[in-house]
């Protein structure tokens, strides 16, 4: 059984915004790492549009949109090749190597573990809150990086009980960014 492991970036204060970050080609290489080597992604609706809104065109024409540098392409065609769940209510469809995941969020959860080859990834703030809640999310693995937002959403805000968590490992970048993977405390 895999585990179900939430990878995120945040700003020193606690801020998810994708754009508080300082996000640099070792850090794009650290996560396309980390996405080819889990078994699939689980995103919610609002992480999964922004990721294929960003990702899918340029992996699939090879054109780098304006934003982007050479060396995002690596990781666009990585995430486009992974395998990825969607939890939605709203969305009728997914396609992107996609599924819809629905019903009872901890079975279908528990289902992904279970019949995943390797590890499941999530992001985003709402759904790894859903997750966190009802005891999903076995690994943390947060990227910490040199930057004060001021501003949030922050990590599992509103979460109803505190987690005790203990370090697994962590990896420093030139950026001055950290990498930091806590698994739950028993």
């Keep these: 059984m895999g585990l179900l492991r939430y990878a995120i970036n945040i700003s020193l204060d606690g ?3 994708h754009e ?21 992604l689980l995103y919610g609706r609002t992480a999964y549009e922004m990721m294929e809104s960003a990702w899918r065109e340029p992996a699939e024409t090879g054109v780098k949109a304006d934003w982007m540098d050479d ?3 690596s990781f666009a065609r990585t995430i486009h090749a992974a395998r990825k769940y969607v939890v939605s209510s ?14 009872d969020l901890y079975e279908a959860v528990q289902r992904l573990k279970r ?27 947060i990227v910490i990086h040199p930057a004060i937002a001021g501003r949030g959403p922050t990590l599992l805000a509103g979460l109803s009980k505190p987690a005790a968590l203990r370090l697994v490992s962590q990896r420093p970048f030139d950026s001055g960014a950290v990498a930091m993977r806590y698994e739950l405390r028993t």
């Excluded at 508080?20 to 699939?40: I, T």
């Excluded at 019949?115 to 693995?141: F, S």
């Design 15 to 17: 801020c998810c915004d």
């Design 115 to 141: 019949e995943t080859t390797g590890d499941v990834l999530t992001g985003g703030i709402r759904l790894p809150l859903a997750l966190a809640e009802l005891g999903l999310i076995d690994e943390y693995e």
């Design 71 to 73: 060396w995002m392409m």
């Design 20 to 40: 508080a970050g300082v996000p640099d080609q070792e850090l794009h290489r650290y996560w396309e790492e980390k996405v080819a080597e889990a078994g699939a």
């Design 90 to 103: 709203k969305l009728e469809r997914v396609d992107w190597n996609s599924e819809l995941v629905r019903g």
